[in-house]
Structures are given as structure tokens and as C-alpha cells.
Nanobody, 122 residues
Framework: QVHLVESGGGLVQAGGSLRLSCAPS????????LGWFRQAPGKEREFVAA????????YYADSVKGRSTISRDYANNTVDLLMSSLKPEDTGVYYC???????????????WGQGTQVTVSS
């Protein structure tokens, strides 16, 4: 099992930037993907971005592509998601998750963090 702790959420104005961090611990070697998902009120959880443990492969939802970067910080042992040009529709609870099979399907992720709230004001 992998324990995941998210940080970095908060309130930001539209057009601003935010960096989210996910700190994994436990049996991290048994997982292949670490992903970020988000859930807005009244909506289903959706894929945002993912990276493989080696850091060589990244995946992005079309809605954030070009204004988001997912990366591994080996010094701090975190997986970070930098989001810029934020929009009100980026508002939601952002979750970090660890999975083995595929990068974009939330149902295929096994372990989840508690989430961090991101609110983008217009």
C-alpha cells in the first residue's frame, strides 16, 4: 500500500498559478503511475495528469494540456503538479493517486490521498 499526502491547494485568482505536491510513502516500488485527479462539486472525478515512477512519461487531460506540468522532485520525494493560467473551472478537490495499470483511468488506481482544495476566483 502507498500512503499519499497532498499539499499546495488554496485560493488563487483566475490567470494565476499553483503548485500542488504529492508525497508518496510506503510500498512505492510496487506502483507504476502516480496521477492527479480532481472533483468539482456535483461532478465526477476526472483525470488531470499522470507520470510514471521513472518520470520519463507524462500524460495530461486536454483541459489542462499546455498550461500544466507534472514532474518528480527526487530531492524532496514528491510528485508536483504546476498549473498556470488557472480558470474558475479548475476549481475542485485535487487528489493524488497511485496505480499500476493505466495512467488516466481513476478506476484503475489503488491508493488515494485525502485531497487538497483548489479554488480559482474569477
Amino acid at each position: 500500500q502507498v500512503h499519499l499526502v497532498e499539499s499546495g491547494g488554496g485560493l488563487v485568482q483566475a490567470g494565476g498559478s499553483l503548485r500542488l505536491s504529492c508525497a508518496p510513502s510506503g510500498r512505492t516500488s510496487s506502483y507504476y503511475y502516480l496521477g492527479w485527479f480532481r472533483q468539482a462539486p456535483g461532478k465526477e472525478r476526472e483525470f488531470v495528469a499522470a507520470i510514471n515512477w521513472g518520470g520519463a512519461r507524462t500524460y495530461y487531460a486536454d483541459s489542462v494540456k499546455g498550461r500544466s506540468t507534472i514532474s518528480r522532485d527526487y530531492a524532496n520525494n514528491t510528485v508536483d503538479l504546476l498549473m498556470s493560467s488557472l480558470k474558475p473551472e479548475d476549481t475542485g478537490v485535487y487528489y493524488c493517486a497511485a496505480g499500476k495499470i493505466a495512467p488516466t483511468n481513476s478506476r484503475l488506481y489503488d491508493d488515494w490521498g485525502q485531497g487538497t482544495q483548489v479554488t480559482v476566483s474569477s
